[in-house]
């Protein structure tokens, strides 16, 4: 690199003394004393985006970092960003490193990096350029400028086709934006800005805060101008909903309604011919159908066919990737693909065997705003019955799982691209009870402390798949080992005497059970005075089928909506033999609870030289509001207290 004179470096610092340049701005910035949480600030993030009547957007990014402090410097040493070849372009115009001694560096275009990105499981072609930004200290600060065209998802691509027609939005002529104003470390100054054809209308909303908005008539284009100041970051709590879901953000669009994009979605597919049968898979849908018995038997025959035979790969690159599913002979032929070749292979299927079915759009782990901007993430199969009802269908997310449609995806928005169009869409709370895990027990404490019993464990829906994910993801040498380390949380010296299950790979048999008989010595505490124990089936055993037990009850209240991963009942139950004894000196007891998040229910019963545990959970929903968590954790906590507060009996 050239290096500048000292009068040249002094005329342009005094140059943007004047100014207040971004010299001036990163100076007077701030240090770690006013923001002693952050490791450096953004102090300008600025974008000028001009939309084309194609829909087609240039974007112009100019952005301004001051590092506070060595780890600041460390996580600035380098800037990457994402983008994909076949739909989007990035030009790095102009970096500069302002040292906190005046000196001003211009960064060499040898240090910006083009490379293939980092990528698992899905494959195809992404690509990241890096600044090597290279050694900072605090005070230091940098500013970037550079251009971008283009999307984030790739749709057709045609080499035959102008340059500039792979940037284009697949839904030609329309534009949507999604603007984040969140980061982790503060920011002083976000502003957007973008141009829009006055043949077009804009609908535009700010979410979860306040901005200043500006509009200006250029002549053929209205600027719209969205400024935020001072923002910072929001402190993220266990179990909290997705960030999109509760920080400030700007969505826009120039889509009417979610009806034209639901029409639009369908039409781009079916244009494509992505659901057309071939005599393979014909032959194929025959022999999956082969004694099935009524209509939804064939539905779930394919669905789970689908689901357990086209692994999650993305290898299939260049045309139809995006909002166009690949068609249904690609995806039998590779038996791999992503969520939309897996809800097209069975859209194809279920069409090859006389169902009407469709594909759908979601937005896996956050909330879709009501805004026709392209917030999806991920795409679902929806059939319609023979009543006219259309069912929902995931063959991504229910691989070996006895549901038809995941209920981890409750309360989830989608939107279906069928001939009739559609609104968005929310998927309704799945029950407590269709995801019931039974754990029942006899036991006998011994004159000598041991413990002897039998255990059995009975599940369905979601907590079926969290038990069957122990052997569905793991090497079947390793199958009885996770199940003793289950165990194993009770007491090192248990001893496994016998254990059985069912098919792990059996889903569509019936639900799982898993039984053991064990022996765990000097379990319970027995004297000539008294007997201590705890239950075995309330010391939170298998909690992988209980997710409400990792919530971390120590915060009184919650800031934020916050979630779990299903809906669930769980009811523990226990009948213990002991040595013979007088009187009960201390049971641990909870008052009933229930709510609109969660309830509990459970006590012990005395018999002679018996006692027995029950306990009652049920967890409602799985997404749910700041002010249920009183209710959510005082449930919690009741079944925390039976697991760990031992009975005491005296003699």
């Known amino acids: 690199m050239k290096k500048l004179s000292l009068s040249l470096i002094t005329l342009f610092i005094v140059q943007l003394s004047c100014l207040a340049g971004p010299g001036e701005l990163i100076k007077n910035a701030g240090t770690s004393k006013d923001y002693p949480q952050a490791d450096y600030l953004v102090v300008l993030d600025e974008t000028s985006v001009d939309v084309q009547e194609t829909g087609l ?30 739909s ?39 690509r990241q350029k890096m600044i090597d930004i290279g050694k900072l200290e605090p005070g230091d600060g940098i500013e970037v400028s550079f251009f971008k065209k283009g999307f984030t998802y790739a749709l057709l691509c045609n080499d035959n086709e102008p340059d500039n ?82 920080a400030p953000k700007l969505l826009l669009t120039t889509t009417a309604d979610w009806e034209a994009k639901s029409l639009w979605f369908r039409g781009v597919n079916e244009d494509f011919g992505s659901f057309e049968s071939t005599p393979d898979i014909d032959k194929k849908v025959k022999e999956i159908l082969k004694g099935a018995k009524n209509e939804m038997d064939s539905i779930s025959r394919l669905n789970h066919w689908v689901a357990d035979n086209i692994r999650y790969s993305g290898i299939s690159m260049g045309e139809g990737e995006g909002y166009t599913l690949h068609t249904g002979e690609m995806n039998f032929t590779d038996r791999c693909g992503v969520c939309k070749d897996k809800a097209g292979m069975l859209i194809t299927m279920l069409r090859a065997a006389g169902f009407e079915s469709y594909p759908a759009m979601t937005m896996a782990g956050s909330r879709i705003e009501d805004i026709p901007a392209d917030q999806f993430n991920h795409s679902v199969t929806i ?18 799982v006895r549901e038809e449609w995941s209920s981890r995806e409750q309360q989830q ?75 194993r949380n009770i007491s090192e010296d248990i001893e496994i005497i016998d254990m059985n299950y069912s098919n792990p790979y059996g889903h569509m048999e019936g639900p799982i059970e898993i039984s053991f008989q064990y022996r765990i010595p000097q379990y319970a505490i027995v004297t000539k005075d008294e007997i201590i124990f705890t239950p075995v089936v309330a010391s939170n055993i298998f909690m992988r089928a209980q997710a409400h037990l990792y919530a971390n009850t120590g915060s009184e209240e919650k800031e934020y909506p916050f979630r779990d991963r299903c809906s669930r009942l769980v009811e523990l139950n226990e009948t213990i033999s002991l040595p013979p004894f007088n009187n009960v000196v201390y049971l641990p007891e909870e008052d009933d609870k229930d709510g609109s998040a969660a309830s509990f229910t459970g006590g012990y019963e005395i018999g002679e030289n018996e006692i027995k545990i029950s306990e009652k959970i049920k967890i409602k929903k799985r997404l749910f509001e700041p002010e249920e968590w009183s209710n959510y954790k005082s449930v919690i906590e009741a079944q925390n207290k039976f697991a760990n507060e031992k009975v005491i009996l005296s003699r």
């Open 383 to 400: 059939v319609k019955l023979s009543n006219g009802e259309y069912k929902l269908l995931d063959p991504t997310w229910v691989p070996f």
């Open 413 to 487: 928005n989608y939107l279906m691209g069928v001939p009739e169009g559609a609104d968005l869409m929310i998927t309704p709370i799945s029950p407590p009870e269709n995801h019931p895990l039974n754990i029942s027990g006899t036991s006998q404490i011994l004159d000598d402390g041991t413990l002897e019993g039998t255990i059995i464990i009975k599940a369905d829906g979601q907590s079926d798949a969290s038990l069957r994910g122990m052997f569905t993801r793991n090497y079947k040498s390793n199958w009885n080992r996770a199940l003793e380390n289950e165990l």
């Open 57 to 86: 957007s240039y974007n112009n990014v100019h952005k301004i970092y001051k590092v506070l402090t060595y780890q600041g410097a460390k996580q600035l040493n380098h800037l990457t960003f994402d983008y994909d070849p076949l």
């Open 88 to 126: 989007a372009f990035i030009d790095i115009k102009e970096v500069k490193i302002y040292r906190k001694n005046g000196l001003v560096e211009i960064l060499e275009s040898n240090k910006i990096y083009d490379y293939p990105a980092p990528a698992r499981m899905i494959y195809w072609g992404a």
């Open 165 to 246: 027609s792979r940037y284009i939005p697949p839904m030609r002529g329309q534009f949507y934006d999604i603007i984040e104003y969140w980061y982790h470390q503060p920011v002083l100054k976000k502003i957007y800005e973008v141009k829009i054809p006055n043949t077009k209308e804009l609908h535009y909303k700010f979410f979860h805060g306040d901005v200043d908005i500006e509009t200006k008539n250029t002549g053929d284009k209205t600027l719209y101008r969205f400024t935020k100041k001072n923002m910072m970051p929001i402190d993220r709590k266990p179990g909290m909903v997705a960030l999109s879901d509760i």
